[in-house]
Nanobody, 119 residues
């Protein structure tokens, strides 16, 4: 099992910045990808940013140029730097980890952290 704990959410005015952190612990399965997802009220959970083997990153169109995902493999941490935040970025942000267990790839989720951007 992999346990994920997010931190760094909060209330910020539009144009502000936040840095989310996700600490991973537990089994040392092989890394496949880490990602951040978000879910706003009444909307489905959506991918925000993904980082895969070789530090390849992918971003959702609405956050390109504003958000940056990074990973510290030695510390088992993944971060999401969010700049120039907009009210539409308001959501619960979830950390996601994909690991190869030797018997297939499994996904793990954190409990989520609230990000609220005021206009």
């Amino acid at each position: 099992q992999v346990q994920l704990v997010e931190s760094g959410g909060g209330l910020v005015p539009a144009g502000g910045s936040l840095r989310l952190s996700c600490a991973a612990s537990g089994s040392t399965f092989s890394f496949v990808a880490d990602g951040w997802y978000r879910q706003a009220p009444g909307k489905p959970r959506e991918l925000v940013a993904l980082i895969t083997v070789g530090e390849t990153t992918t971003y959702a169109d609405p956050v390109k140029g504003r958000f940056t995902i990074t990973r510290d493999s030695a510390a088992n941490m993944v971060y999401l730097q969010m700049n120039n935040l907009k009210p539409e970025d308001t959501a619960v942000y979830f950390c996601n980890a994909r690991r190869f267990t030797g018997r297939g790839t499994r996904e793990y989720w954190g409990q989520g952290t609230q990000v609220t951007v005021s206009s």
